[in-house]
């Protein structure tokens, strides 16, 4: 287990029992060695599923980025901001050189609606088009950005926003 997804888990509480933490910490633990060493994302349901089990439950607004190689297999899963209930302040500048850490050739943005909406707002609208013209200058592609909700989950790319 990388110590990312450890400190990653250890803040997901929600009302699961310690049994279902553990469950779901493995879930997501397993879903992370598949995608690194063969799979690749390649539908946005696959998307939409992993995202779900990584921020749905949060009670506050957390911003991450999937960075990806050029197949499109997972090199890291990073929660970049932490905001409150009803946003969270995403920093261009930051996303942009966490991918060039990472050498990452694609990114996808994630992001939970604690309110239960999982349709994007304007502001995501925004944010999503800002990361895309940032990245774009270091040839890094965003591919989707997937707003999460207890009950769901939206791709933008799905909807023509990306």
Known sequence: MS????????TTTGSFTGREQTTIREAIGLLESRLRVTEAFTSPTMVKDYCRL???VEKDEY???LFLDTKHRLLMFERLFRGTIDGASVHPRVVVRRALELNAAATIFTHNHPSGMSEPSRDDINITNRLREALALVDVRVLDHVVVAVDGSTSMAECGLV
């Open 3 to 10: 110590e990312t997804y450890h400190n990653r888990a250890s």
């Open 54 to 56: 990584q921020l749905s």
């Open 63 to 65: 911003f991450g980025c």
